[in-house]
């Protein structure tokens, strides 16, 4: 604390003013108070002219640009940009590491109508074997960016990344067949998911791994 | 007791003044020491409910008018404007009368205050849980009590308080009284800017201001509510009781000045640090960062002359229990303070906003400093208004130390809280750069422990207001059978006066220092200051220049800067139908739990899409961007969710998302709407300028048609028939509508015109169905 003004015997002194009883100490302003308050009002200006002279990448849109590109880079620069055909979507039912993504995806923007386990509320049940309008995994896709059943599954094309809307028609296909309890079947039985053929084992790198 | 020779002491060539004998007027006092502890069990007991009915929401059995979303507000309201409110005028009228050696001005305007006052809560009791809201937080009364408040404050109460202070027989004004000035004057221009609207019902209105600039006047009012209702009151209350309980002189006259002045001038920019990385302009959120910033220490300046006042006292603190509520009071204050610049930092804030953080710093500052004070005030006030010993000082020892615990049960697991749900709605997956919390529900559930810890604490809390409840009935019981009313002679103020101070000096005088170093140590010494604490009529013009500047400072370029909301060429206003459903919204205090405004942040718009633009809620009467997120942030919920979903949702929202804490809302869908009430919507829309055309004539039509268009949908989705006529059909409409405007394209325009023919087709086809039904 700072020197206060003090009389010979250690108190600080009075000011004269007496209201209702109250005396008031003419002690100064505690000198660490004092520039304290200095500090934070010199911060201020720097802050300020750091933030808006109107420097390149300071502003909060262009950080979260910055950020949503290194997102994105680490979410899908292995894979590039994917197209939501056959053969695509059934690849990735079989990448694991690339499943848990549309698993992911599916809990964010799905469950509330489909159920935790794709079991099936309003929507239908995605794990039984009957399909509204699904007739190969490509529709999945299609139902998926154009919604279906008028507006009863909205589209998700504005929403969604074109790799998400991959990723979770992959994880979508990939719930079929467990038959969880829940929504009755709907719709009608098709064909089963094609084969899939794993390729050789030169694709290593594109596992999902560094960023 | 002062006396008039004390009066006569010092600097006065009063020889024409005359003595006066008078009595200060305690009716009133006890009478607001009545309504804060009446108040006070009301308003910690509505928390006490909905902290419940937050984690037991089928307790309400889907009753309306008990519903979270309504009872928040009232919550917040009693305790702001009862409790503390009540608290306030208890303190101004019994220091300011002593402070100024007179009896309040007008004994009949006191009493109008009083009974005004009272009036005025009980309509907010009423109006709140029927759902007459505007909507924004702590200014959510409508209009006609609205203009009561602004009546009763400023004319009744102001206009009694400005008459006493002019005709006081002290010749000075003490601190405290300072700090009255400065909350009667702001919260009279903050409550009548804030609650600017266009009436279109007896309890209905439109805010004159939308979207981002209604956001801006709301949290210019909302934090200032905070500054000039709940802590300069509160200061000035400090400022005379905790020196009077600890029989010490204040600390320091010249700190009282500096914090003073810093506090009100800096104080009234804050407001823009509740919008952080919303749509609000980036230059408003950070000036609102960093004066939050430098307003740390004229914040502190308080608390240091409250804590410092006490040195040399500190032994009877361990015996008093008064002076024990008074120190945790101001420490509490200083966290708080200390707490609100480091959430205005936009980084903090970031995590921070939309949690349970602030929660748990609001109630802090609401349980640990206001109700603290008032506590201690309370105590102090009982024997001396009902002239006789407290019942029980055990009882009062009892009260600070179940209060005490009961906030530290209340804000520590709230803080827990905020943190834990802020960090998982923002952690991303480092491997695959994915949510790692995707489901939202999954964060509730995972706080949910700590809500029911907070009952434990709000319990602890409300059992304290009950014991000095007793403890100051029991006390009454002993009064004498009539009040003793002393009477004080006192000298009246000559109309001159002579100022006898020496003029001050320097010890630079003779020092070799250029003459300005000589004058601005004479003006650091603060004697200047002397003369306007003579001139309560001054002293109050000042103080509202000091808030009116700063204000203006950040409010017109909110206003007329086009730049701030860049038009969105497909942003269109609402229909007739959207118009209804969101006055639903509204009434139903969704904003309480839902926030409309996504922020620019990777781990939020993989939650909720694209963020939210200024340009999107120029037609957003008022805004309703929230301010915590106890469910999901619905400002892209359009299309996000089948109506037929909507419909199941609001008829039990467990069943379609289990673990959900959000209240039925089936009255929704058996209500019918008043499609008779739209067109005044539309009107009072179009008059504040929403550019309508056939909906002016044909809103009722319209919206009609609209109605019967979702309740198509929802039947062909495998939903109920017939449901057109029902509110909640006229909500869905509403939300399905929230964000999709950013998207649309031309193309979607012409589809649109053309889809409705068949939308048609589908509703009719929908009817025959459900008659073959």
């Not at chain 2, 002393?486 to 002579?498: D, G, H, N």
């Not at chain 2, 009255?667 to 550019?691: K, M, Y």
Request: glycine share 8%; with cysteine.
């Amino acid at each position: 604390m700072s020197s206060s003004t003090t009389s010979g015997s250690g108190q600080p002194e009075l000011t004269s003013h007496d209201y209702d009883g109250i005396q008031e100490f003419d002690n100064p302003l505690p000198g660490w108070w004092k520039w304290m308050f200095v500090a934070t009002i010199v911060f201020s200006v720097f802050y300020a002219l750091y933030f808006h002279i109107g420097a390149p990448g300071r502003s909060i849109a262009e950080q979260y640009d910055a950020e949503l590109a290194a997102n994105t880079r680490l979410q899908f620069a292995v894979i590039g940009d994917l197209t939501a055909d056959e053969a695509t979507i059934n690849k990735y039912i079989h990448e694991e590491s690339w499943l848990k993504v549309g698993k992911v995806v599916f809990q964010a923007n799905c469950i509330s109508c489909h159920g935790r386990d794709g079991e099936g509320k309003v929507g239908p049940n995605l794990t039984d074997e009957a399909f509204k309008n699904i007739r190969n995994l490509e529709d999945i896709a299609r139902v998926l960016n154009k919604g279906a059943g008028k507006g009863a599954m909205p589209a998700w094309e504005s929403r969604l990344h074109p790799n998400e809307i991959v990723l979770v028609s992959a994880y979508v296909a990939s719930l079929r067949g467990q038959n969880l309890p829940g929504k009755a079947a709907e719709g009608t039985a098709i064909d089963p998911w094609p084969e899939y053929v794993a390729p050789p084992k030169s694709d290593v790198e594109e596992q999902p791994t560094e960023g | 007791m002062s006396t008039a020779t004390m009066d006569a002491s010092g600097h006065a060539t009063d020889t024409d003044s005359t003595m006066d004998s008078f009595s200060y007027d305690d009716k009133i006092v006890r009478m607001f020491v009545t309504a804060t502890i009446l108040w006070g069990f009301v308003a910690t007991l509505v928390g006490l409910i909905v902290a419940v009915i937050l984690v037991y929401p089928w307790m309400t059995a889907g009753a309306p008018w008990i519903a979270f979303g309504r009872l928040r507000p009232l919550h917040t309201n009693a305790a702001i404007f009862a409790f503390a409110g009540n608290a306030i005028f208890a303190a101004i009228y019994y220091s300011t009368q002593r402070l100024c050696k007179a009896r309040m001005w007008s004994d009949f305007l006191s009493h109008v205050h009083f009974w005004g006052w009272q009036a005025i809560i009980v309509a907010a009791a009423i109006t709140l849980p029927l759902g007459f809201t505007q909507s924004k937080e702590y200014a959510e009364l409508e209009w006609p009590i609205d203009i009561a408040i602004a009546v009763v404050w400023l004319f009744v109460f102001g206009g009694n308080f400005l008459m006493t202070l002019i005709n006081r027989r002290e010749r000075h004004m003490y601190v405290a009284l300072w700090f009255y000035i400065a909350t009667i004057v702001t919260v009279a221009l903050l409550h009548v800017f804030n609650n600017l609207v266009l009436p279109f019902g007896l309890l209905e209105s439109y805010s004159v201001y939308a979207g981002v600039q209604d956001a801006f006047m709301q949290w210019w009012y909302g934090h200032n509510a905070v500054a000039f209702f709940l802590t300069t009151p509160f200061l000035g209350l400090m400022y005379y009781f905790l020196p009077k309980a600890a029989d010490r002189p204040v600390f320091s006259y010249k700190l009282s000045i500096i914090h003073f002045w810093s506090l009100v001038f800096i104080y009234i920019w804050a407001g823009p640090h509740h919008l952080h990385y919303t749509s609000l302009p980036e230059w408003a959120s950070t000036l609102g960062m960093l004066f939050s910033l430098m307003l740390w220490m004229p914040s502190w300046g308080g608390m240091i002359n409250g804590l410092l006042t006490l040195r040399g006292a500190w032994h009877k603190v361990a015996a008093d229990p008064i002076l024990k509520f008074f120190v945790v009071g101001v420490t509490f204050y200083g966290m708080a303070t200390f707490e609100g610049p480091l959430l205005s930092i936009k980084s903090v804030n970031a995590l921070s906003h939309y949690t349970d953080w602030t929660i748990a710093h609001v109630h802090s500052g609401a349980l640990g400093w206001n109700g603290f004070m008032t506590f201690g005030m309370i105590y102090w006030l009982l024997p001396r208004i009902f002239q006789t010993k407290m019942w029980s000082d055990r009882m009062v020892s009892l009260h600070f130390w179940t209060s005490t615990l009961g906030i530290l049960l209340y804000i520590i697991p709230i803080y827990a809280a905020g943190l834990m749900q802020g960090l998982m709605w923002r952690e991303i997956d480092p491997e695959t750069g994915a949510l790692a919390n995707p489901d939202f529900i999954e964060t509730i559930q995972s706080i949910v422990p700590l809500w029911q810890l907070r009952i434990l604490g709000g319990l602890l809390y409300v059992g304290g207001v009950v014991m000095l409840a007793i403890n100051a009935v029991m006390t009454w019981t002993t009064r004498p059978a009539t009040y003793e009313v002393p009477v004080i002679t006192a000298r009246r103020l000559s109309k001159t006066y002579q100022d006898d101070t020496p003029a001050t000096t320097t010890e630079l005088a003779d020092a070799p220092v250029l003459e300005l170093g000589k004058k601005m140590d004479i003006f650091a010494k603060m004697n200047w200051h002397r003369k306007w604490e003579r001139l309560p009529v001054k002293f109050t013009i000042l103080t509202t220049a000091a808030v009116l500047v700063a204000t203006l400072f950040e409010l017109v370029p909110t206003f007329l800067i086009r730049s701030n909301v860049p038009t969105i060429a497909t942003v269109e206003p609402y229909t007739p139908l959207e118009l209804a459903g969101r006055e639903i919204y509204i009434s139903e205090g969704c904003y309480n739990c839902h926030s409309q405004q996504i922020r620019p942040m990777v781990a939020e718009t993989k939650r909720y899409g694209e963020y939210s633009k200024p340009g999107e809620f120029i037609y957003d009467r008022p805004f309703q961007w929230g301010s915590r997120r106890i469910g999901l942030d619905l400002a892209r919920e359009g299309g996000r969710q089948s109506s037929f979903w909507h419909w199941t949702h609001f008829e039990d929202p467990a069943s379609v998302s289990e673990g959900s804490v959000m209240p039925e809302y089936s009255h929704l869908l058996e209500a019918d709407l008043r499609f008779s009430g739209i067109p005044a919507l539309v009107n009072t829309a179009h008059q504040l300028g929403a550019p309508y055309d056939e909906e002016l004539t044909n809103a009722e039509e319209m919206a009609y048609k609209q109605a019967e268009r979702v309740a198509a949908e929802i039947v062909s989705q495998g939903g109920p028939a017939n449901v057109q006529e029902k509110k909640a059909i006229a909500l869905i409409a509403y939300l399905q509508r929230l964000g999709t405007d950013y998207f649309r394209t031309e193309d979607d325009e012409a589809a649109a015109d053309a889809g409705e023919e068949v939308d048609a087709e589908t509703a009719e086809a929908a009817e025959e169905i459900a008659m073959s039904n």
